[in-house]
């Protein structure tokens, strides 16, 4: 099995910063890309950022030149530097991971999701 912990959501006021941090751990073979979504009340699930093993990342045009997706791929972990946070950021922010899990079949993968943290911007 395959767990995904969140850590770092809060309550900030508008223009404030925070760091939000993703460990994976369990039964990982190779991690394939890892990123973060978020749903705000009444609406859907989206993404905000994701990275692949490799370093390539993309962002939701929310996002860009606010927030840095980045990795620690030796402790398996994915990090999400917010800055400049506006109230619409307020939203739960899932991790989201595609991880390879048997050594027998690399090539198959399994999306795993962590169990959300509040990020809220309220002044």
């Known amino acids: 099995q395959v767990q995904l912990v969140e850590s770092g959501g809060g309550l900030v006021q508008p223009g404030e910063s925070l760091r939000l941090s993703c460990a994976a751990s369990?039964?990982?073979?190779?991690?394939?890309?890892m990123g973060w979504y978020r749903q705000a009340p009444g609406k859907q699930r989206e993404l905000v950022a994701s990275?692949?093993?490799?370093?390539?990342?993309n962002y939701a045009d929310s996002g860009k030149g606010r927030f840095t997706i980045s990795t620690d791929n030796a402790k398996n972990t994915v990090n999400l530097q917010m800055n400049s946070l506006k109230f619409e950021d307020t939203a739960v922010y899932y991790c989201?991971?595609?991880?390879?899990?048997?050594?027998?079949?690399?090539?198959?993968?399994?999306?795993?999701w962590g169990q959300g943290t509040q990020v809220t911007v309220s002044s």
């Open positions: 369990g039964s990982i073979l190779s991690i394939k890309t």
């Open positions: 989201h991971a595609i991880i390879a899990t048997q050594p027998t079949r690399p090539e198959l993968t399994f999306s795993y």
């Open positions: 990275i692949t093993s490799g370093g390539s990342s």
